[in-house]
């Protein structure tokens, strides 16, 4: 089985402070792992993936995020937040259930502070 | 190219009464999924479309039936509502492996009173 954590329902940062928001995962078999943005009243987006070779992975509008096998975690990061940045993030895990399909975390809300 | 969409983008029902939610998707992707979101809860898989002609139980599928038409459309019908089901679904599609991104469509917000 597999299932997604991710540590702190909201996170409020400053306009211009580095973004942090934590995934932390669990799978039996290696993961492909995901990050999705939901900007408010619309679908998902997907921002980064993680799926084999290197782990430091590079989104849209600066975003990363580190797979990090040893810590079983998907950190995703930004330097500086911007005000157009606020919004919910999904971090989502796939792979080795048969189902093609995501399972999800309970998400982060982001505010950026002006 | 529109994506992935949904219709309709509300929905009021009273307790009891049926619908159906309507995706399609022009991207010629292999899979679609339907998910359900709660507050709090993140995104849950209802049910989920491999290929054209099968379709598969995820992780909430009660009170819930699908319906892959062809490869471009994936219904999802409540027969008899219940407030419980009150939530925003989602459809999504993908080409069809694990690795895939999946593209949403835009939602559906479903009151059941």
């Known amino acids: 089985a597999q299932s997604v954590t991710q540590l702190g329902s909201h996170v409020s940062v400053s306009e211009g402070a580095l973004v942090l928001l934590r995934c932390n995962y669990s799978s039996s078999v290696p993961p492909y792992l995901f990050w999705y943005v939901q900007y408010p009243n619309q679908g998902l987006q997907l921002l980064l993936k993680y799926t084999t070779g290197a782990t430091l992975v590079k989104g849209i509008n600066g975003f990363e995020a580190e797979f990090k096998k040893s810590e079983t975690s998907f950190h995703l990061t930004k330097p500086s937040a911007h005000m157009s940045d606020a919004a919910e993030y999904f971090c989502a895990v796939s792979g080795g259930t048969g189902r093609r399909a995501l399972t999800f975390g309970s998400g982060t809300r982001l505010q950026v502070q002006p | 190219n529109a994506g992935v969409t949904q219709t309709p983008k509300f929905q009021v029902l009273k307790t009891g009464q049926s619908m159906t939610l309507q995706c399609a998707q022009d991207?010629?992707?292999?899979?679609m999924y339907w998910y359900r979101q709660d507050p709090g809860m993140g995104l849950r898989l209802i049910y989920y479309?491999?290929?054209?002609?099968?379709?598969d139980k995820g992780e909430v599928p009660n009170g819930y039936n699908v319906s892959r038409l062809n490869k471009r459309e994936f219904s999802l019908r409540l027969e008899s509502a219940a407030p419980s089901q009150t939530s925003v679904y989602f459809c999504?599609?993908?080409?069809?492996?694990?690795?895939?991104?999946?593209?949403f469509g835009p939602g559906t917000r479903l009151t059941v009173l």
């Open positions: 479309s491999a290929s054209e002609g099968t379709t």
């Open positions: 991207m010629n992707h292999n899979s």
């Open positions: 999504a599609s993908s080409v069809g492996t694990d690795s895939d991104t999946q593209y």
